[in-house]
Nanobody, 123 residues
Framework: QVQLQEWGPGLLQPSQTLSLTCAVY?????????WSWIRQPPGKGLEWMGV???????DYSPSLVSRTSISRDTSKNQFSLQLSSVTPEDTAVYYC????????????????WGKGTLVTVSS
């Protein structure tokens, strides 16, 4: 069974860079699937942030593209999220997930999710 686990610092100050890593177990990030980052601010809905495909190409939400970078380490079967210049509005639970495509409409294809990690941006 595929499992995903995300981790990283839970507290940041404004202007810092958020950095999270998602480890994938039971499946290779280089085969078949798209690997997404999604977040959910307190009291709000899910927001798709971006994806890295099994080929290593990336795609980002237009609202976040200027600040977002997704990369991978195939030797560790991990992919990572970098979100620069964070503000308190970036406070959210951050998830990684496996899916079949890129974008908001792909939520129904996301069959495996990490449990999420809370990142708080505060001075």
């Amino acid at each position: 069974q595929v499992q995903l686990q995300e981790w990283g610092p839970g507290l940041l100050q404004p202007s810092q860079t958020l950095s999270l890593t998602c480890a994938v177990y039971g499946g290779s990030i280089t085969t078949n699937y798209y690997w997404s980052w999604i977040r959910q601010p307190p009291g709000k809905g899910l927001e798709w942030m971006g994806v890295i495909t099994y080929e290593g190409t990336t795609d980002y939400s237009p609202s976040l593209v200027s600040r977002t970078s997704i990369s991978r380490d195939t030797s560790k079967n991990q992919f990572s999220l970098q979100l620069s210049s964070v503000t308190p509005e970036d406070t959210a639970v951050y998830y990684c997930a496996r899916g079949l495509c890129s974008g908001l409409g792909c939520y129904p294809t996301m069959d495996y999710w990490g449990k999420g990690t809370l990142v708080t941006v505060s001075s």
